[in-house]
């Protein structure tokens, strides 16, 4: 079973709202990874948690900020976006330590609107 | 510097055709790996196929097939007889360090018309 679990689907929120979006597995991975896509464009890297430690955030504004509470659960937290923060987001995992022969799985995303 | 060109943004085929969807890759790494990713309009990628540096060997999968040469640095898929559920966005992506990090090609369109 490699099947990653984002929570919600869709959201809409305004640019003083604060929501926050999920990401679930049980895999038993030990990286889990955030990755932001716009439209018609690959999938960017945000942050890359390691044994539920942050490893890389890649210079992501501070009004996006994850948390990583166990080794299957892997949040991001949504503060004052703007419009152009609209996008799906992308959640994976991978085996063992973050690693470049690591197989990413990922989830169906949240496909974010910021009003 | 790493980087990965699909040249193809979109590609167009009817039903039972072959398609070829091309990935050139760029790295001064000696070992890297390369990834194949299917992302349907459901939005989830879809992991494919992961290849290391070192096997050079072709691989087939049902239909797909991927043509690995490090001479000219590509890593291809071939669709065989394609069918209508191939119609999704493919990503090619390199992973040449330890930091995880994915280098994502641009995406190939590919629409299967019935």
């Known amino acids: 079973d490699t099947e990653v679990t984002q929570t919600p689907k869709h959201l809409v929120m305004g640019m003083t709202n604060k929501k926050s979006l999920k990401c679930e597995q049980h895999m038993g991975h030990r990286a889990m990874y955030w990755y932001k896509q716009k439209a018609k464009k690959p999938p960017e890297l945000m942050f890359v948690?390691?044994?539920?430690?942050?490893?890389i955030n890649e210079s992501v504004p501070s009004r996006f900020s994850p948390e990583c509470p166990n080794s299957s659960l892997l949040n991001l937290h949504l503060h004052a976006l703007q419009p152009e923060d609209s996008a799906l987001y992308l959640c994976?995992?991978?085996?063992?330590?973050?690693?470049?022969?690591?197989?990413?799985?990922f989830g169906a995303g949240t496909r974010l609107s910021v009003l | 510097a790493q980087k990965v060109t699909q040249a193809q943004t979109e590609i167009s085929v009817v039903e039972k055709e072959d398609v070829t969807l091309d990935c050139v890759y760029e790295t001064r790494d000696t070992t890297y790996y390369l990834f194949w990713y299917k992302q349907p309009p459901s939005g989830e990628l879809v992991f494919l196929i992961r290849r290391n540096s070192f096997d050079e060997q072709n691989e087939i999968s049902g239909r797909y097939s991927w043509n690995f040469q490090k001479s000219t640095s590509s890593f291809n898929f071939t669709i065989t007889a394609s069918q209508v559920v191939d119609s999704a966005v493919y990503f090619c992506a390199l992973s040449g360090d330890n930091t995880g990090k994915l280098i994502f090609g641009q995406g190939t369109t590919l629409q299967v018309k019935p």
């Open positions: 994976a995992s991978s085996q063992g330590r973050q690693g470049f022969s690591n197989i990413q799985y």
């Open positions: 948690y390691s044994y539920e430690k942050l490893s």
